[in-house]
Every structure is written in C-alpha cells, then in structure tokens.
C-alpha cells in the first residue's frame, strides 16, 4: 500500500495513474481528475495521449544502427549529466577545502571510530589516510567515493585531500630535535595487510586495490 | 466531470514484505521493490564489479542469475554513490539496451524523425531521475517498466503540446453551427467509442487537425461534455471541452462535426 509523506508531484500523480490502470477510461480520468483536482488539466491531457498511443498508427521503426545510435548518445548524455553536476558539486565545496578528513567526518555527525566502521576499514587505516600516509594512486575508486558520500564533500576534493603532502607524524615530535620529517607513504594494500581487520574484510579490500599502485 | 475531495491512492505495488536490511529501503511514497527485486539485489551486494556486471548482462528471465531492470537501477545508483563510474557506465548501458526493444511500437502517430527525438529524450529523462541524488527515481525501483510506459506517454503528450501551440484553434471548421448531431459512427449502446473502435479508424484519426481529434477522443471517448457557447455559463466545477480548449461550444460542435465527417470517410473505405 502507498503511503503519502508529502504532496504528490505530477509525475508521482501520472506514475501512480498508470500503475492503477491498464488503459485509460473516463471512468479512471474521473476518478483521478477527482481525487487530484490540482492536476485535472494535465490528467485530461495525459489521458488523451495515453489513448492516442494506443489508436494511433505505429511509429516507423528505427533500424538497428539507429538504434544504436540511441544507446551510444545516451551514455554521453550520461557524461554529461555527470559532468555537470561535478561542477556543480566542485563549486560548493571549493569554498571549503578539506582540511582533515577526521574534522569532515566529525562535522558529519560521526567520530573517527564510526567513520572508520563506515568506510569498511578500522581506525588505524582511517588514521593513516587522514595523515595521508598512503600512497594516493593505491587507493580503491570505491573508498574515495564511499569517504566523499560519508562527509557530503566530492570525491574530487577527496582524492585532492588524498594526493596532498603526508603529515608530520603526531604524538611526541615535540621532543625531537631536528626539524618535523614527513610521515613515510605505504601503498593501500600494505596497510591494508597490516591491519585488525578481518581476513574476509583483508582479501575484499586487497581485490579491489589488485592492480592499483603496490610501490 | 465534477471536482470532489482528494484522498489518498490506494495503489499497491503488490509488495507488503520490508526491505531486508542489507537493502536500502525506497524512501518516496511508500514505495517498494518486488521480492524478486529484493532478492536479486541482496544476492549480488557482495560481488565485485566485474562479477556485478557480468550478472546484470544476463538478460534470460528464467536464468536464476537474472537481475530485473529496477534491480539494476538500485545498483547504477550504488557505484554511482560510491564513484565507480566504469560499474556505473556499464549497468546504465545494459539496462539502456535492455529499453530498446520496449521502445519498437511506442511513439505511435509519429513520423521516424519525431520517434527518434522522441526516444532519445525518454532515455534522457531516464538517465536523469537514476542519477538525481534524491529519491525521485524510486518509482522505476519499484516498477520499471510502468516508468517507462509514462515517460514514453507523457514524451508524446510534450510533443502534441508543443504542436498544440503553433496550430490555431481558430482554424476554418466548415460545417453549420447547428446541434450535434448523433455521430456516423458505430457507438455502443452507452454511446461511447472503445479503444478498439478507435483503432479501427485509426489512420483517419492520425489525419485530423491535433485540437479536434483531442476534442473528438475527450468527446466520445471520455465522455465529456461540449458546454456553453460562453465556457463561463458552466457550472465551475465542471470541466467541458468548451472550457478545456478556451472557446466556445458551438466551435467544439463544429470541430465535432468535421471529425465524424472524415472519420466516417475512413470507415467507409
């Protein structure tokens, strides 16, 4: 059974039109027309043209390469939409570089140890990508784009966050004398390996880093 | 047709069961997947990407690896959330050629030009709900091809709207302004014509100015009413051709009559 959150949009109202009837009769417009006034025209209107597809008579078909064709502009009519709606990502978060990808985490209501859980991996792997002791090009697609859903940023400001310099290891540098060394990089699969996850969870991360950077 | 209180659809999508809680759960309307649909997405959460792929390309329903088209559409937003465009690319294509053969016979009254353009929009609208961040794609979850059937409706009714536009209502009509008349066509005995009686003069109806078979189908069809010569002597809650179209009853008696004119032309052939 439906449950109405909200008001219904007109394409809800038609969805639901045409799931409710196998063809349009004056009886079902009436119905319909009744019991969402707001939208009568474009009922009567839709009723129209869904009898018109019924009676009228058939199309020329396309031939194979046409077709085709279709298939193909609809994919860059994916890349397109994709495209666009990078962009529009990538302007609303240029605004905010990511200056920690803890510090996103927390501002998305989760601490470290749920955003690790979250992300598939423990904290200590969690830790390493946050001082981005891992080597940038080892990390899986799939964990940046999971990260950039996690803390509502895009995943290319992840992966810029990602590709940044390493930090200076935490704790207690304040005691060295030199000046402060860059943490060293490891590869995703390296860190992976050495740790606490589960086998299962290993050999599932270390598939989908098969291939990537190993250094 | 008079006007009377909303209430809420009774539609069923013909599941009561909830989603397991390894599924994401459809968020708009109270929507939800077949068991099939939650099956087949529960089974293949775990495979790769290249296993996934493999799978959704099994188009054999009987197969028991067969992945529905909501199925797929619940997977294409999943890489697509997590950034695996090459995942998601592949699903779209898949699920894209999967269209094609639903497409053959739609779009009827259209030349090849418009079919195409017509198609090709479909298609678009399709790949823009799937990848709207929102839960505007929940419907086609739930009931794809039902989707898919209304977009291709509704890409016609723009179509006609758009001719709607740049054809005058206003154009000649010959005939008297007289009474309706009883149509020259085999009515039935509720004085409506079936969709099967309109079929059979289909070539005819294909052949009528946009504005007037619209008014002959609502007429005869849907059984609305012609109305006044001034659509504002009608009662307001009730929806005439006259008021439909903005003009008179006696214009909608004309383009009646010159619609049974050519049809029973066809009817006779």
Redesign the interface.
């Given at each position: 059974m439906m449950t109405q959150n909200n008001e219904p949009t007109l394409d809800d109202v038609l969805n639901e039109f045409v799931a409710e009837y196998e063809k349009p009769t004056a009886e079902a417009l009436e119905s319909w027309a009744a019991r969402y006034p707001q939208f009568r025209n474009e009922l009567i209107d839709f009723a129209v043209s869904w009898t018109e597809q019924l009676v009228l008579p058939p199309a020329p078909e396309l031939s194979a390469e046409e077709e085709k064709l279709l298939v193909d502009r609809a994919m860059s009519h994916v890349q397109n939409v994709v495209y666009k709606r990078d962009e529009a990502s990538a302007a609303q978060t240029e605004a905010r570089s990511i200056s920690s990808l803890t510090g996103e985490a927390k501002r998305a209501g989760m601490n470290a140890q749920e955003f690790a859980k979250a992300c598939g991996l423990d904290l200590v792997l969690v830790t390493k990508l946050n001082n981005r002791q891992i080597r940038p090009l080892s990390i899986p697609a799939r964990l940046v784009g999971q990260i950039a859903r996690l803390v509502g940023a895009s995943v290319d400001g992840v992966s810029a966050y990602l590709a940044g310099p390493p930090q200076p290891l935490a704790g207690r540098s304040f005691l060295a004398r030199g000046k402060p060394q860059s943490a060293e990089q490891h590869s995703f699969a390296d860190a992976v390996r050495a740790s606490s996850l589960s086998e299962a969870e290993k050999a599932r991360w270390l598939d989908e880093a098969a291939g990537l950077d190993e250094g | 047709?008079?006007?009377?209180?909303?209430?809420?659809?009774?539609?069923?999508?013909t599941e009561?069961e909830d989603e397991p809680p390894s599924v994401s759960s459809l968020t708009?309307?109270?929507?939800k997947r077949t068991n099939a649909t939650r099956r087949q997405i529960a089974d293949a959460l775990s495979l790769?990407a290249a296993e996934l792929i493999a799978r959704a390309q099994q188009r054999d329903e009987k197969a028991p690896d067969y992945m529905s088209a909501e199925a797929l559409v619940s997977f294409i937003r999943r890489a697509?959330?997590?950034?695996?465009?090459k995942t998601?690319?592949a699903l779209?294509?898949e699920l894209?050629?999967r269209c094609?053969p639903f497409?053959?016979?739609?779009?009827?009254?259209?030349?090849?030009e418009?079919?195409?353009d017509l198609?090709?929009a479909v298609?678009?609208t399709l790949?823009?709900d799937i990848?709207d961040p929102g839960d505007?794609g929940d419907?086609m979850q739930a009931?794809f091809w039902?989707?898919l059937?209304?977009k291709?409706?509704?890409a016609?009714?723009e179509l006609?709207?758009n001719a709607a536009d740049t054809e005058s209502l206003d154009a000649a009509v010959s005939g008297d302004d007289g009474e309706e008349g009883t149509t020259r066509l085999d009515l039935q005995a509720d004085g409506?014509l079936t969709?099967e009686e309109?079929?059979m003069v289909?070539?005819g109806?294909?052949k009528l100015s946009l504005h007037i078979?619209?008014a002959f189908?609502?007429r005869y069809?849907?059984?609305?009413k012609i109305g006044a010569d001034n659509p504002a002597d009608d009662p307001p809650d009730e929806?005439t051709l006259a008021r439909?179209f903005g003009c008179s009853g006696r214009t909608i008696r004309n383009w009646l009559k010159e619609a049974e004119a050519q049809l029973a032309g066809f009817r006779e052939k």
């Open positions: - | 047709m008079t006007k009377t209180g909303s209430s809420p659809p009774e539609l069923a999508t009561a708009r309307r109270g929507y790769g697509d959330r997590a950034g695996d465009s998601r690319d779209i294509r894209v050629e094609t497409f053959r016979g739609q779009f009827r009254g259209c030349n090849e418009d079919h195409k198609q090709g298609i678009a790949i823009d990848l505007r419907f009931r039902l989707y059937k209304r291709t409706i509704s016609w009714n006609t709207k409506r969709l309109l079929a289909s070539d109806l294909a078979r619209r189908i609502l069809a849907f059984e609305m929806e439909h």
